[in-house]
Structures are given as structure tokens and as C-alpha cells.
């Protein structure tokens, strides 16, 4: 379903990452672990098609959207979503807004029935109407959630999405995050250095360590 | 003190002229108000398209020949209203060799370049522009990459990224930029007169010079002052509740224009520079280098003294005072009073600067009037025609451009850092001297030097209240333009962009810096 082969990833001259080859089926959940600097975000940013890379291929569901590190498919085209670390809600945007965003082009009736399913399944019916500063962090995380999960996207990416949530909150939202990525059979890459999380979200787990990708 | 020519203006009421404001009502004040509003709106379309358009490109996209024409498109805030006028007036006008080339070469009919507001609105906006291009700039650099990052992702194009997410977020900006805009419009005097278009200003210059009453000019710039209070409120409006800032500087580009795209932005934003700066300096250096063996002599280095006299006394005293009044204090931040004080400080602005000269006047006089009746002295003889009285002028005039630079980067200091030095036993002069003004330094040095070229550029005020044998550059500008000499204006008229622009490239080497460090 997704295939990556042979990304090779440079940062101000220097290679971070080498030979990086992953494939992942339908549904399937897959965390990357590495250091700071070891170019796992680079990777996530390759496939969302955001940031070029010296080397590398990416094949989705059999579409062809990158080779040899330049993009074919623009990242509003290839039907993959993202997260941030900082979850980048739009801030002058209510939670309602902010879900719709990508559905845009569907009738309004059919938006407002996938904004008020999202929401029963992210466990916060009644925000709608709210804006992201009013909500908190585990709030926003999970509203950003929601927002890459509206268009329905072929490919979910996570970057670090839980890191700047205290430990009870973390606990409790991973288990429930890989519970709606299991619902919606969503194939997703998490990005994180905290084996914990990486090991209860995902299916199959890698670490970037010397350059090289190994997957456990 | 500052607000002194506001109250005067309002004062005027008190004593009407029925006759002469019966006259004016009727038979001039529906066509001003039309006339003033089509180039009021004309004006702020003009320059919020064009300046968040661009400031747009430079910041977001990467296209060729970014990096220099970022800072290019900051050079016409070197180049005044009124001389921008005058080239364009001496190219296309009738006899002007645009026009002429076009009926003799191309065989095309000619045009009036004064006939409806079009050619005059161009000119404003294209003088004007670099207000919203600046602020905006600044408000596109901090959103979040990220942000942008995400709308790509859920499927917008870089036009809907621009409408829904950059642009709104930048809003406040763009109403800041919108609104200094639409004041310096309101206020000018060269341009509608060189292109003999009725406005407020010329109905308060024709009121006064043409029928000798004070007091009518000064109805008429108080309902100025009107519009300015609801410009400054719509502003305030527009600006809300939003905090949208990050703290972050945009340093990556989200798009990149490659290929045709590229070069068609490219050609896009230089034509821009080309039309707003490069032709009428290239212009300016034909008719400046034609003349300047007639035109120069020893009385400029007379004139260059005395323009940087007052301007660099004007910068400093307004600067003084504009920090005093932005000094972060909690118990600023709920008095009403002193906020209006500030309010009423800075609307200086939209007073054009012949109204705030009459003011000037009417008000010592009145004070000597007064001191006579209590068995004093006239105070005029000492006030009038001096150097006080005219950086006084400046300083009300555009106490607004110092207080708003000054003002925006005593917002960033956050109460932690006061609470923080506050723990540590600072004193509140401490705290001054060794927090806020070195917080405060980056906005102090923008605002005096926002001021320095305004004050070098100002005609109307400077004309009326000159000192004798105190001529400036923009005084030998409007002089010989005014006689149509528009090729020994280009003397004078070059000294003085050389200046604004050595002036402009200090305020950009300065915000280039503060950008890094922050």
C-alpha cells in the first residue's frame, strides 16, 4: 500500500539518513523512533511531499509521488494528512472550521454530519463553536486529529503529536488515538523518540540509528 | 500640548461664520465628500491589494530575484507624494513626451491625465503602497510554516492558503498599513493640487487663502478630524480580539515558483519597483542632470542644513515623547484618561499639516490675546516664525508613526519579564533603563527614523511656519514644481530621495538585525 524505497536524506551537507526502505499494508500502524537530528521528521516531511531529499521513492496505494527526491504529486494532491508537534490549528478558525477545512468541496449537509461523527469519535461533542486557544492542549491535539482524519486520507503522518502533553494525558490519548486509527483502518507513520507511546499506537516499530532504518 | 492644534480646530465651532459655511454646505460639500471618499476607497483597495499581494510573494513564495527586490520595494517611501507627482505629471501630461509620442508616433488620440480620479489614485497608491507592504510583511513572516504546511495537506492550492490562512491572519497588519494610508491621503496637499483634485484639504486651503476665514478651514479640518477618529476606530475593530502571532520567524519558503511561474512574479513585483521608483529616479537623474549646472548653488548647502536641522530635532523630541507615552506600566493599561491622552496625541496624523499650522497660529494668538487683557505681553512676536513653533508642528503631526512603531514593540514585552526584574529588586527606573528601553530599541530607532523621512518630506506645515531664510528641500521642490521648472526640481527633489533613501536603508539594515536576533 505504501512503499518507500531507498530515501537518502541530507542536512546542511551532511547525510543524516541512508538507504531508508519501508513498506506498510492497508491499516497498518508504524512508529519511527530516533534521536534528535537522525532525520525522522525529513522522512515524514519527504512523504507529505513538503521537503525534497537527496534520494528517494514513494509509492501510494500504486501512484507513483515522488523519485529520486523531487515530488511528483503536489502535497495538496496525494491524499496524505499530518499532525504537527505543534498541532497548527488554524487559530482564527472555530474547532467546526478547522474540521472542515479539507472537506470543503463537499455538500454542507455531508460536511456537518462527518464534523459531528469526528467529534463523538475524538470524545468532544459541543466544541464545535469554540476557537483552539480556548481549548486545551489534549483538546487541540485531538481537534488536529480530526482534521487530518476528515478528507479521509490514504496516509496519516503523526510528528511527535504527543510531545508537549504531560504523562497521564499522553497515556490516555495514545490509547485512544490508535483506537480511531483502528476504527477508520487509517495506515499511519508515528514519528516519536519515546518508546512507550511507539510501542503501545503502532503495529511495527523502526529506529533510526547510525543512518540506517531497523525495524523490530 | 501635542493634541493643542486638535482642540483648536474643534474650538472653532464656537464661532461661526454663517454665511461662508453656508456657502461651503451647499454648494461645495457634497461633491468634497464624494470626491474625498472615491479616493479614499480607491486609495485603500489600491494599496491593500497591491501591498499584502506583495509582501505575500517575498515572504512565502521564492521566486528569482527575491532576496533585492524585499527590500526594493521599500525604496519609494524615499520618494514624497508631491515629487512623484510632478514626474508623472511631466511624463504624461499633454505635452509631456509620453503623451506626444503616443498621438505622433502611434497616431492615438491624447488624454487628460487630470480628467477623473484614476491617474490620482495611481499615484497614492503607488507612493503608499510600502505602509501595508511593511506591516504586512512583518505579520506574513511569523505565522507559522507549519500552519501553511497543514492547509497544503488538507488540500488548498496556494491561492485558497492565501485567502483562508495567510491573509486573514495578517488582517490586523493589513488595517494598520490601511490605515496610516488613508490618513497620509487625507492629509496631503501636494498631489491634489498638482493634479487640481478637490478635497478636504484644498477646500480648507481654499477657505482660508481664498476667503480669509480661519474659522471655516478650521470647521473643515475638525470634520477631518471626525473621519480620523472613525478610521482610528475601524482600525481598532479590525485588529480585535486576534493574538494571532507566533513568535517564530518564517525562514524556509512553503512555495517555490519554478520555471515561467517564477519569472512571471518576478516580472510582476519589478514592474512594481520599476513603476513606483526606478522610472521616475531615472527620470528625475535625466531632468536633474540637464539642470543642475543652472540650479546648483551655494544656497543648498544652506538648504540641506537646515532640513537636517529640523529634521533631526523633530525625530529626536517626537521619539522622547512617543516612548514616554508607550512605556509599558500596569497602571496604564486601565486608565481611560491617559489612553485618550494617547489618542488624542497621535491623531496629529490626519490633520493635514496647513490645518495644523493654522492651528498653531490661531491658538498663540489667542493665548497673546488673553495675556494682553490681563495686562501682559503679546507672545507672538516671540512664537511666531521660529523653530520652536515648527518642531512643534512636526511633533503633533506625526507623533502617531513614532507612538505605533515605539507602541508595537513595547506589546512584546511580556508582563513576566517586568514581574520577573521586579522579584530580582529592580526600581521602576531600573527597570526602565535596563529592560524596557533595550526591549523597546529596535521599535525607538524604526520610529525615528519612520520620522526623520516624514518630517524631511512635509511641505504644507513647513511652508506656512518657516522661520525666515529657513528654507528646506521640500520648500525648493514645491517652488519650482509649482512653476512647472519640473527640471530643476529634480534637483532638490534628488538630494532628497538620496536622503530618504540613506535614511530607509539604515531602518532596513536595523530591522534585518532585529529579525536575526529575535
Known amino acids: 500500500m505504501l512503499a518507500i524505497n531507498n530515501l537518502s536524506v541530507v542536512y546542511q551537507n551532511k547525510t543524516v539518513l541512508e538507504g531508508f526502505n519501508l513498506s506498510l499494508e492497508k491499516g497498518e500502524i508504524f512508529a519511527l523512533l530516533g534521536d534528535s537530528g537522525s532525520g525522522k521528521s525529513s522522512v515524514l516531511r519527504f512523504i507529505a511531499g513538503l521537503d525534497e531529499a537527496k534520494k528517494g521513492q514513494v509509492i501510494l496505494d500504486g501512484n507513483q509521488l515522488s523519485t529520486a527526491g523531487q515530488h511528483d504529486v503536489n502535497p495538496e494532491s496525494r491524499g496524505v494528512g499530518m499532525v504537527f508537534q505543534d498541532y497548527s490549528l488554524f487559530p482564527h478558525m472555530s474547532v467546526e472550521k478547522n474540521i472542515a477545512f479539507g472537506i470543503q468541496h463537499l455538500p454542507k449537509l455531508e460536511q456537518q454530519q462527518s464534523i459531528t461523527e469526528l467529534l463523538k469519535m475524538i470524545d468532544l461533542v459541543g466544541i464545535e463553536k469554540k476557537y483552539p486557544h480556548q481549548l486545551s492542549g489534549g483538546e487541540q491535539q485531538r481537534v488536529a486529529l480530526a482534521r487530518a482524519l476528515a478528507p479521509s486520507p490514504k496516509l496519516l503522518l503523526l510528528d511527535e503529536p504527543f510531545s508537549s502533553l504531560d504523562k497521564n494525558h499522553r497515556d490516555q490519548l495514545v490509547a485512544q488515538v490508535r483506537h480511531i486509527l483502528k476504527q477508520t483502518n487509517t495506515t499511519s507513520i508515528l514519528v516519536t523518540h519515546n518508546i512507550d507511546e511507539a510501542n503501545t499506537l503502532s503495529d511495527k516499530v523502526g529506529k533510526i540509528d547510525n543512518k540506517r532504518l531497523t525495524i523490530k | 500640548m501635542v493634541a493643542l492644534p486638535i482642540f483648536v480646530v474643534i474650538f472653532s465651532w464656537a464661532l461661526p461664520e454663517h454665511e461662508l459655511w453656508a456657502h461651503f454646505s451647499q454648494n461645495l460639500l457634497p461633491n468634497l465628500i464624494s470626491s474625498t471618499a472615491i479616493l479614499l476607497i480607491g486609495v485603500g483597495v489600491g494599496v491593500v491589494l497591491l501591498g499584502t499581494v506583495l509582501a505575500y510573494l517575498v515572504v512565502m513564495v521564492e521566486f528569482p530575484g527575491r532576496k533585492w527586490l524585499e527590500w526594493a520595494l521599500f525604496l519609494p517611501f524615499a520618494i514624497p507624494a508631491y515629487v512623484l507627482a510632478f514626474v508623472y505629471l511631466g511624463v504624461f501630461d499633454y505635452s509631456g513626451y509620453a503623451q506626444v509620442w503616443m498621438r505622433e508616433v502611434l497616431g492615438l488620440p491624447g488624454f487628460d491625465i487630470r480628467a477623473g480620479s484614476w491617474a490620482i489614485i495611481l499615484t497614492f ?19 507559522k510554516i507549519n500552519m501553511i504546511d497543514a492547509g497544503k495537506l488538507l488540500g488548498a492550492g496556494p491561492i485558497r492558503v492565501f485567502f483562508q490562512i495567510s491573509l486573514p491572519l495578517a488582517r490586523p497588519a493589513a488595517a494598520a498599513g490601511l490605515l496610516v494610508t488613508l490618513m497620509e491621503t487625507l492629509a496631503d496637499f501636494g498631489v491634489v493640487s498638482l493634479f487640481n483634485y478637490d478635497t478636504f484639504t484644498t477646500a480648507i486651503y481654499s477657505a482660508w487663502i481664498d476667503f480669509r476665514s480661519i474659522e471655516v478651514a478650521a470647521q473643515l479640518a475638525s470634520l477631518l478630524v471626525l473621519v480620523a477618529f472613525f478610521l482610528i476606530y475601524f482600525e481598532k475593530k479590525a485588529r480585535g480580539q486576534a493574538k494571532y502571532y507566533s513568535t517564530d520567524i518564517v525562514n524556509r519558503k512553503p512555495y ?99 490645518v495644523m499650522a493654522v492651528g498653531l497660529l490661531y491658538g498663540v494668538n489667542q493665548i497673546s490675546e488673553i495675556n494682553n487683557y490681563l495686562g501682559g505681553e503679546s507672545i507672538n512676536h516671540l512664537i511666531f516664525g521660529s523653530i520652536a513653533l515648527l518642531v512643534f508642528a512636526y511633533v503633533s503631526r506625526f507623533m502617531a508613526i513614532a507612538y505605533s512603531s515605539i507602541d508595537a514593540s513595547a506589546q512584546q514585552i511580556k508582563p513576566v519579564f517586568t514581574q520577573s526584574a521586579r522579584l530580582l529588586g529592580a526600581s521602576r527606573q531600573r527597570l526602565i533603563w535596563r529592560v524596557y528601553l533595550p526591549m523597546m530599541t529596535p521599535g525607538i530607532l524604526a520610529g525615528g527614523l519612520l520620522v526623520a523621512v516624514d518630517v524631511m518630506k512635509e511641505l504644507p506645515a513647513t511652508y506656512l511656519l518657516r522661520p525666515f531664510g529657513w528654507d528646506t528641500l521640500a520648500i525648493q521642490v514645491y517652488e519650482l514644481s509649482a512653476e512647472g521648472l519640473y527640471e530643476r526640481a529634480a534637483v532638490p527633489a534628488l538630494i532628497m530621495v538620496l536622503f530618504g533613501a540613506l535614511i530607509m536603508s539604515i531602518f532596513q539594515y536595523l530591522d534585518k538585525k532585529s529579525s536575526k536576533t529575535s
Open chain 2, 125 to 143: 497608491v503607488l507612493v503608499f503602497y510600502p505602509y501595508v507592504y511593511m506591516m504586512t510583511r512583518a505579520s506574513f513572516k511569523r505565522q
Open chain 2, 256 to 354: 517555490h515558483a519554478k520555471g515561467a511561474v517564477g519569472w512571471l512574479i518576478s516580472l510582476m513585483v519589478l514592474s512594481i519597483f520599476m513603476l513606483s521608483f526606478a522610472m521616475p529616479m531615472l527620470q528625475l537623474l535625466i531632468w536633474g542632470w540637464t539642470s543642475v549646472a543652472e540650479e546648483w548653488s551655494a544656497k543648498y548647502i544652506d538648504l540641506i542644513a537646515s532640513t537636517s536641522i529640523l529634521t533631526t530635532s523633530a525625530a529626536l523630541i517626537t521619539v522622547a515623547i512617543a516612548t514616554i507615552l508607550a512605556l509599558p506600566d500596569r497602571c496604564k493599561q486601565g486608565s481611560v484618561w491617559l489612553k485618550s491622552v494617547i489618542r488624542l496625541a497621535t491623531l496629529g496624523y490626519a490633520l493635514p499639516g496647513s
